[in-house]
């Protein structure tokens, strides 16, 4: 029978992904930190922390994970007239606390969220040293939707979104689609699968997969920081 490891304050290994439960499915260890030295080890292995304030620090590695193509990216009728009614401003970098503290607080209305203060922190950490990017959809100066996540070489491991207005998340998930093919991405990590995800083109990889993805696009050079948008790569629409 498996039993959780747990990881050592003073040593940023992880157990091999491999050795990730079945049930829950993809839990791989405990405990650690959430420094940057540790989160950006556990990207570079496909691991990725997913816990809330009754728990320790859980690390996961699911399999299959759902992930995305930049130039697979769907876009349906409603999704393409709203790009072409030009009513929002997208921006990369501009709002990143912003961004994660909107993902945090409308799930905690919903169903309670992950994204705990420890997390936000962490995260912004991460952006300030050029690791994490927010894409965000403005309208009239009102941030009304957006996603985060990290970028590690020619691959984007996305973290959260958040919508105050219907397809906002999806124009944000678009807009960063198209923005890193256009930078030479080969993959976004979506981890979990959801419908939403799904309707966008997202679509599930083994883990043995991801990892060969890993080991060839994560390595290379990262994208100048901070991140700007090209509106230009949604003319097509």
Known sequence: MKSIVWLRA???EFPPVDQAFDDPPGLLAAGGD???ERLL???SRGIF???DDDSPILWWSPDPRMVLRPDEVHVSRSLA???RQNRHVI???TAFAEVIRQCADLRADREGTWITDEMQAAYVTLHETGHAHSVEVWQNDCLLGGLYGIAM???FFGESMFSLAPNVSKLA???LARQLQDWGFAMIDCQMPTDHLRSLGARAMSRADFQAVLRQWSAGENQTFPWVFDMNVLKKY
């Open 10 to 12: 003073d040593n940023l």
């Open 91 to 93: 921006r990369m970098d």
């Open 81 to 83: 007239k709203l790009i």
């Open 49 to 51: 922390p997913w816990y």
């Open 153 to 155: 070489g020619k691959l």
């Open 41 to 43: 080890a556990a990207y």
């Open 173 to 175: 998930f678009v807009a």
């Open 34 to 36: 959430l420094r940057p």
